[in-house]
């Protein structure tokens, strides 16, 4: 298999911004993929098609995310067939958002369309977009196109009630305004992407550091898919992770909520207080054990769960404050430069 010279990042984590070079890459098409052997032939096939009857120069940037199936193979023998595709191999698995800012740090375009691979989002979309940010709805050229589901196909009610959720939550937690029902599925700007870049923070939630940048954002309504082949790669635990990465990263307010507890619980005690030395006036004896005991769960709870919350906070810092590289690349395959 021939395999092109392919440069890599100066330092692999650290990113090289501006890589864009626009004469000679038009559109990124970036895609994490972990355990996607199934999929990932008719994703290029799509991909493809869509490129082909767009013109121009693209690339196909895909990520190998250390899968443990034939992942790697699928792509180097695409990036053999086709010189658009750009494999990346990552030293193993890192997560979605590490996998996909790898791709990001990698690709050259001028425009970047993030999709995952498993065909939820339909490339199709992509000349849509394009002309979303051209200006095509009369409001001036947009920074950024971000598909917004209008109905999630095999999806589970519990995966659709909890994201409902999530998004109420954290956007009353921040003042950035995160669009619900929306992923990573967009169109960005070279711009966009240089200062997404730019921020060195190691628990990404890269669709809320997107809407964090600002500049002009608009939908594109869409249906969104059921997964073309394999199953989901977020089970409950990485979800879980996911959101409290997010609200770790966008609020402070969780590390506060101690404050407001105190207050709470000192305002309660004192009613306690004043109703004892009633009581005492009275000569009406209290059989206190009960409450007492649960005054002291209560009490013990509220304490270990704040506890909690600062560790969730600390650990973050900490692993920010190591300064390790946010991903390692073990390959780049392919690709024409
Ligand atoms: N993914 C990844 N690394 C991981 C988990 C997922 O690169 O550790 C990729 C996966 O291959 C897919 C995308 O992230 O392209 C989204 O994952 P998935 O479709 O499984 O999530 P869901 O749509 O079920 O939330
Ligand atoms: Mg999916």
């Known amino acids: 298999m021939e395999s092109v010279e392919y440069l890599f990042p100066a330092t692999d984590g650290l990113f090289v911004t501006t890589m864009s070079d626009p004469s000679r890459t038009a559109i990124s098409v970036v895609a994490p993929c972990f355990n996607e052997q199934e999929v990932l032939p008719e994703f290029l096939r799509r991909v493809g098609a869509v490129l082909d009857e767009m013109g121009g120069v693209s690339e196909v940037v895909l990520v190998d995310d250390g899968s443990r199936d034939r992942t790697w193979e699928v792509m180097t023998a695409a990036a053999a067939a086709d010189p658009r595709v750009v494999a990346v191999r990552l030293m193993r698995n890192h ?32 000349p849509d977009m394009m002309a979303l940010m051209d200006g095509a709805d009369g409001q001036g050229s947009a920074d950024v196109v971000y598909g917004q589901r209008r109905q999630r196909d095999g999806e589970s009610l519990f995966k659709r009630a909890t994201a409902a959720g999530f998004y109420r939550l954290i956007n009353k937690l921040t003042d950035v305004d995160i669009p619900a029902d929306a992923g990573d599925f967009r169109l960005v700007s070279r711009r966009v992407l240089d200062l997404l870049l730019a921020m060195p923070e190691r628990h990404r939630f890269i669709r809320g550091m997107v809407a964090w940048i600002g500049g002009r954002q608009v939908p594109l309504l869409y249906d969104r898919h059921a997964r073309a082949a394999g199953e989901s790669k977020y089970p409950l635990s990485k979800m879980i992770r996911f959101a409290a990465d997010a609200i770790t990263a966008f609020s402070v307010v969780p590390l506060m909520a101690s404050m407001t507890i105190g207050w709470i619980m000192a305002a309660v005690g004192f009613g306690f207080f004043i109703y004892s030395i009633v009581g005492w006036l009275m ?23 704040m506890l909690g919350i600062i560790g969730a906070y600390l650990g973050r810092l900490y692993d920010q404050n190591k300064g390790r590289p946010l991903f390692m690349i073990r390959d780049i395959v392919g690709g024409r430069r």
């Open 283 to 305: 000569h009406a004896t209290l059989p206190g054990w009960a409450s007492i005991m649960a005054a002291m769960g209560l009490l013990g709870g509220m304490q270990f769960l």
């Open 95 to 126: 997560g979605h958002q590490l996998a996909l800012t790898a791709g990001l740090s990698v690709c050259r375009g001028e425009r970047i369309l993030i999709i995952d691979a498993d065909l939820q989002d339909p490339p199709e979309l992509l």
